[in-house]
């Protein structure tokens, strides 16, 4: 906990705690699960690939003799993970056995807004929703998660949460390690604290970016390793905590090759030793090992996170061993990572037709708090925009924009790192700073839609749940935005 006092505009810290840190002493002790991949089949009426999901509640053995209540989808803890191929029709039965309404959402899928799982596509208790869509856009690996208007931080606490991975013709052909669950690895990495049996899901003194845990689990094990057999182990690294954000490395300071972002893979791989991951973010990283060696996968206190007081208050200074990797002493040779990964699909911010600010304040985006009766904006229907989003507000947030993979043009007039090159549907912003990014509306007809919106907000779920958060809709030339509302959907 951390306890400040505002004095004459400046803080003054009377006491911290707030610093954790377990590098160097976590014990590795349990095997690290890996989600099973969802059953699906293809319906042979409309070659659909279909999936089901329930949610549910359970009851998970995090620590040795001690249950604690979770929230799941088809298991305990997390769900299964869902995977298709650019192309392919996709229908997903969603069924709520929760005994609260919540909502299921696509976070960095392409797909009409109604398809869409966020807070105006509540499932209700014992309801069934079954959204349908067809997969266009490249591989990569997004994930889903409930959004509920006010309730997201406490359900993917809870532990609703599962990957989403995207294949295409060129992920299925690269050299790069493929095989789910051997040389090709979930990471969702969360943080947690417990409360005797239970969760703990308190804020702790100051509510400031929301919840944040005093140790960190991997695909819901505690203490993971995982023993690799190959040389090279693809990692995809999905950061599904509600507030926490990671600076992932090698505790030995090695480098790793990024060859994926939030929205698919780089045009090529970009050699790097840290990667920093805010809630929501996603990268793939391919790391090499040696026979027989450990490595362990490492937060590490974050430079370049705005002024101390802001890396102090969301648990930037903290240091947290996440997964380690125990390489068999003999290693299947893989090949080397391809030095181009393909053409990088990215708007051009040449092609904006327009521009728009948005402002991150904890009080709401451009002064205005979330609304689920207010549309905030209107954007056409196959055109490109370039949005400047900016943060002074004293306090890190980030920014997520729903349908769309958008393209980094600028972080404070200079041209973005390495890691932010890529298709991106989240960026981390600490206050004092200002990005430009370009994102194009693409989609058939069924994307233009004056009633059902997309949203756009903070990924820190507790600042998504309070305020920060808006409502755009996509339609087309002519069309105007009619208030959501009318519809089916619960609050
Ligand atoms: Cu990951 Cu609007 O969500
Ligand atoms: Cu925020």
Known sequence: ???????????????????????G???????????????????????????????REGEKEFRPGRRTATWGFDGDFLGPTLRAERGEKVRVRVRNELDEASSVHWHGMHLPARMDGGPHQMIEPGAEWTPRWTVDQPAATLWYHPHPHGRTERHVQ???????????????????????????????????????????????????????????MVNGTLDPYRVVRDER?????????????????????????????????????????????????????????????????????????????????AGGDDSFDVLQLRAADRLRPSPAIPSRLG?????????????????????GINGRAMDMGRIDETVTRGTTEVWTVRNDNGMPHNFHVHDVQFRVVEVDGEAPPPELRGRKDTVFLPSGTTMRLALRFDGGPEFADPEVPFMYHCHLLYHEDGAMMGQFVVVDQGQRARTPGSGDHGH
């Open 1 to 23: 906990a951390v306890l400040a006092l505002a004095v004459g505009g400046g803080v003054l810290w009377l006491w911290s705690d707030a610093k954790v840190s377990t590098a």
């Open 158 to 216: 809870r532990g609703l949460a599962g990957m989403f991975l995207v294949d295409d013709e060129r992920s299925e052909r690269l050299a790069l390690p493929r095989t789910y669950g051997v040389d090709d690895l979930p990471v969702i990495v969360q943080d947690v604290k417990f409360d005797g049996a239970g969760f703990d899901h308190g804020h702790g003194l100051m509510r400031s970016v929301g919840f944040l845990g005093d140790r960190t």
């Open 233 to 313: 182990v693809r990692l995809r690294l999905l950061n599904a905590s509600t507030a926490r954000t990671y600076a992932f490395g090698f505790a030995d300071g090695r480098d790793v090759a990024l060859v994926g972002t939030d929205g698919g893979l780089l045009e090529r791989p970009a050699t790097l030793d840290r990667i920093r991951l805010s809630p929501g973010e996603r990268a793939e990283i391919v790391v090499r090992m040696a026979p027989g060696e450990r490595a362990v996968l490492r937060s590490f206190p974050q430079d370049g996170y705005g002024d101390a007081w802001q890396r102090r208050f």
């Open 343 to 363: 053409e990088l699909e990215l708007p051009d911010a040449r092609d904006a037709v327009r521009g728009r600010d948005f402002e991150l304040r904890m009080s």
């Open 25 to 55: 002493r976590a014990e590795f002790r349990n095997e690290l699960a890996v989600p099973p991949l969802a059953p699906s089949h293809i319906d042979e009426k409309d070659g659909a690939r279909v999936f089901d999901l329930r949610m």
